[in-house]
């Protein structure tokens, strides 16, 4: 295992942790989303690394100097925080708060609470690309160098504030910003092809001005090429897509190859089953 | 009664333009974004002055509305502009997550709003506006009553750090507030001293409402009205200050009267200060098209909607 594998094995063990603990929450999307999210605040992103009360990472809304993620999907929130502690934002003992009133770990990430790491409120599906377009532009007046990353679900591409975006961001040359679509076929009622056909999404993003990549997101190597790929490609007047085909729970037998764990958590049993699965790399919180 | 006159008359959107305008010189920050409308939004000075800090984002106003949320991100200070109806009821989910809930510096500001709009029709002519917007927590909601006052709002928004729903409109109309007016956020402006009855009136309607103010002293009646030009925060002191003495009220807005600025004001007396109140606003149903004169008269928000409602007000006093 390389690191970033070992990182993403723990997070994984976080993310069925989290959604157990309070029996609620979407562990499907999480588990599929791990590998990117670990390979992108482990390694692709420049973030301010200065650490500020309580030895955590010094959080600044306004992001100058740094790399930014967006996470559309507001849904898959468990992987996010899980990546966000593991990182050094906040205290990994805090996913244990997960969805628990007064947590700063609400179902939904939101910057309402207050924790470190989270720029937007999402959830209500569609608006993550639009919000990070904006966040792109406020760099380039800013004479910011750095990227802006947005991470949607592909069930989600049937709202249409997406594709008002989409078709804003070629037009106006936003090449400081990454989108990634995870492409997982799935949705809640079921597949997306039988919900409400996406049919070829990059061929889409491609027609409305995008430069379009595509990656096997479960695939650390391939990932990780493809990153730095992409840091040779941004600044060259078109934003970058790249449709990430993943597996809607990733690393666990038995929340593979369906829609089922979308939304469900595990009981008892399972997570044991889960766990056994997943080795426990950085230690469990 | 305290005389108010005016040399002309312009819209309240021009005032948006002119203080867009201002900012533009004096604040590097402030970014302007139009969704297709940069002529009814007065926005031409602002772009050719600031070109580089103007954003056109084409007929797709939710997009619109999540990028004004980015571009906060970084320090900017975005005035999302298009018209009322498009800045809130069609976008009102991106304004309330990526905006409201996620407490975003963005300043939603929408023109033709209310009957005013005029000829276009009920499509176009937002009439819950204001109550969609004010339920929002943390929503800051202004709607000022001339060209003076409207710019001076536009100018002062930019240094409030938060959430902004700033509504203006189309018709020419008076322009008879102080030209160096400092607009302060929530703090009613006391428009005349009376003792009989508090006219608490907002955007278009003030006018009106001064207009009223002559009606009824010709009648013998004293009328104190109150210029609501901040529907949220309210400046509730100022309304039970007014109410106290006069023992009765009524408010007047180009708005429903469901959710608008009446029911703020009824909270306020139900809770604090039980007295009558009379709404004048639109009653439950669509405008439809006609000239903005036409359509106030018919929708019962004229001077004289606001004298008879007074009377009535009145009336109720034990």
Not at chain 1, 206 to 220: C, E, I, P, Q, T
Not at chain 2, 67 to 77: F, P, R
Request: hydrophobic share 40%.
């Amino acid at each position: 295992m390389t690191e970033l594998q070992s990182i993403a094995s723990q997070v994984r063990r976080d993310i069925l942790r989290m959604v157990h603990g309070c029996q609620s929450g979407h562990p499907g999307g999480s588990l599929g989303c791990a590998d990117l999210l670990v390979a992108l605040y482990f390694q692709q992103m420049k973030i301010n690394n200065r650490k500020g009360k309580g030895g955590y990472l010094s959080f600044n809304m306004d992001g100058k100097g740094e790399d930014l993620f967006y996470l559309s999907n507001g849904h898959i929130s468990p992987v996010f925080y899980s990546v966000l502690a593991r990182r050094g934002y906040f205290d990994v003992t805090e996913l244990a708060t997960f969805r628990k009133l007064n947590s700063r770990l609400q179902g939904h990430p939101t910057t309402h609470e207050h924790l470190p790491g989270i720029r937007i409120a999402s959830g209500s599906l569609g608006q993550g690309l639009s919000v990070a377009i904006g966040s792109a532009l406020s760099k380039k007046l800013n004479g910011d160098k750095t990227l802006v990353y947005c991470l949607m679900g592909d069930g989600e591409q049937q709202e249409g504030q997406v594709w008002e975006a989409v078709q804003f961001a070629p037009n106006n040359n936003v090449d400081n910003l990454v989108a990634f679509v995870d492409v997982n076929g799935q949705q809640i009622d079921g597949s997306t092809k039988k919900v409400n056909d996406n049919r070829d999404l990059g061929a889409k993003y491609k027609a409305f001005g995008w430069r379009v990549l595509h990656v096997d997101g479960n695939n650390m190597d391939e990932l990780t090429t493809l990153l730095r790929k992409i840091k040779r490609l941004v600044g060259k007047g078109q934003p970058i897509a790249v449709m990430m085909k993943t597996e809607m729970g990733q690393g666990v037998d038995f929340m593979m190859h369906s829609h089922k764990w979308h939304g469900v958590a595990p009981n008892d049993a399972q997570l044991e089953q889960a766990l056994s699965q997943l080795e426990e790399t950085l230690g469990d919180y | 009664m305290k005389k108010y006159t005016f040399t002309e008359k312009k819209d309240t959107r021009s005032g948006f333009g002119a203080g867009m305008q201002v900012l533009g010189q004096t604040n590097p920050n402030v970014v302007a974004l139009c969704a297709d409308l940069v002529g009814s939004l007065k926005l031409d000075a602002f772009i050719k002055e600031n070109p580089e800090r103007f954003i056109q984002c084409g007929i797709s106003e939710a997009n619109m509305i999540g990028m004004a949320a980015g571009l906060t991100i970084g320090g900017k200070i975005p005035f999302a502009t298009t018209f009322a109806n498009f800045a809130t009821s069609r976008v009102y989910d991106q304004v309330r997550q990526s905006v409201a809930y996620s407490h975003k510096n963005v300043k939603i500001c929408a023109s033709h709003a209310g009957l005013t709009l005029g000829e276009d029709g009920a499509t176009h002519q937002v009439l819950e506006d204001l109550g969609m917007m004010k339920m929002l927590p943390g929503m800051t909601v202004i709607n000022p009553c001339d060209y003076n006052q409207t710019k001076a709002a536009t100018i002062a928004i930019a240094e409030y750090d938060g959430p902004v729903y700033l509504r203006f409109g189309r018709p020419v109309i008076p322009v008879f507030t102080d030209p160096d007016q400092k607009f302060e956020i929530g703090k009613a402006w006391m428009v005349n001293e009376g003792t009989d009855v508090s006219i608490f009136a907002t955007g278009h309607l003030v006018w009106e409402a001064i207009q009223a103010g002559e009606m009824l002293e010709a009648e013998g009646i004293n009328a104190e009205i109150i210029n609501i030009h901040t529907i949220k925060p309210l400046d509730e002191k100022a309304i039970l200050a007014s109410v106290k003495k006069t023992g009765c009220a009524v408010s007047a807005e180009e708005h429903q009267v469901a959710g608008g600025l009446g029911d703020s004001i009824a909270q306020v007396l139900i809770q604090k200060h039980l007295a009558p109140l009379e709404y004048v606003g639109v009653k439950d149903t669509f405008g439809e098209s006609g000239t903005p004169a036409q359509l106030m008269e018919k929708y019962g928000l004229s001077a004289k909607a606001i004298v008879e409602a007074a009377k009535r007000a009145i009336s109720r006093k034990k």
